[in-house]
Each structure stands twice: as C-alpha cells, then as structure tokens.
C-alpha cells in the first residue's frame, strides 16, 4: 500500500524568500505520479504541481518547483519569492500505475509572514 | 459545468438517519473520488469510480458507507444511520484520464460539510 509522509505539520517564513515543504513517499510501483495541492482557508484544493516517476528533469511551474529524489523517494516542494498568499495547507499526493486511487499526506500549514 | 459540483454544500442531519451526498463530475472525466477531510487533515480516500465501475472501496469505512455511479457521470456516496464521528467534509474529485496522469490532476468539487447531531 502506498504512504505519503509529510513531516513538518508546520512552516513559517518571511514575505519574499523561498521556502522547501517535504514529501517522502512509499511504493513498490515503478510507475507513479506525485502531485502536490494548497488549500487556502477557503477551503477549495488548488492543484499546483505534478511530477512523473520516469520524469528526467524536475517539474517546475512559475515559483513552484518539484525537488524528485527518486532513489531517497522524496519528493519537496519548493516555493521561491513567498507572498502573503501563500499561506495555506499543502498537500503531498501519489498514484501509482497500478492503482488508481490517489492517497494524500497529512498536509503541511504554511504561514508567511510580512 | 465548467468544475466539479457537489451538493448539498451543508447538511446537517440527526444521529441515525441516512444521508445522501451528491457529486457530479467534470463533463468527460473518467475517473471520479471521494474523499474525507477531518478539520485541519489531509483528505481521506474512501472510494473511486473508472465509469461506472467502482474499482476501490477499500477506503469505506464500514458498510454503513456506499457509493454508486450507475451511468458513470453524476455519482452518490450514501451514509446510512449516521453516527457523530461521520461528521466531517465529504469531498468529491474527477479525474480526465485513467491511466495517464500527467494530463489529469484531480479536479476537487468545494465539499459537503456533514454534520450529524
């Protein structure tokens, strides 16, 4: 069965810098995909980042980047330039191949702060 | 629609009763989820539909919980006698592709926020 482990249940840093949230995960599928998504007090989950087992190159979008260390199956999400609206729940997520179902970390509450 | 919709948005129900939640999908999207999310967690995977065929329930609870998505469209996840410890946000998710994921992230209805009194 798949696991995804989110370790900090709590980040802080300031307006403008850049920020590393961590993901490791457990599979015996070769093939997977690992997402990440925010959750604002609104409560809606915003999908920001996806990133492919046989991916070469880690995925990037805008001031999101994906660090893949396949070997260490760890998967961190990296935030550049934090801004105030950034501040919300993310989420680690994995689907494997095989197996359909998408099975989410614990989450981790980001705050920025000014 | 142009995302997930679910309703009702809010449900408030007495200990015992049943309760049905509505979810329907992005027009196109094969694959459809649902989700718990206790305040403050990650979402809970209970269950997933490939059309009309539910491929994992593993997730359910106990058998006090059951979805369906007959046409594979529109799909119902059915709480029967509802107890206290149901309540919580109920979240729906459809998916474009089955096997491909890069093209298909989950796309997440707002939730039914359940709560049995």
Known sequence: AQKITQTQPGMFVQEKEAVTLDCTYDTSDPSYGLFWYKQPSSGEMIFLIYQGSYDQQNATEG???????????SANLVISASQLGDSAMYFCAMREYNNNDMRFGAGTRLTVKP | GAGVSQSPRYKVTKRGQDVALRCDPISGHVSLYWYRQALGQGPEFLTYFNYEAQQDKSGLPNDRFSAERPEGSISTLTIQRTEQRDSAM???ASSLAQGGFRNSPLHFGNGTRLTVT
């Open chain 1, 63 to 73: 001031r999101y980047s994906l660090n893949f260390q396949k070997a260490r199956k």
């Open chain 2, 90 to 92: 109920y979240r729906c």
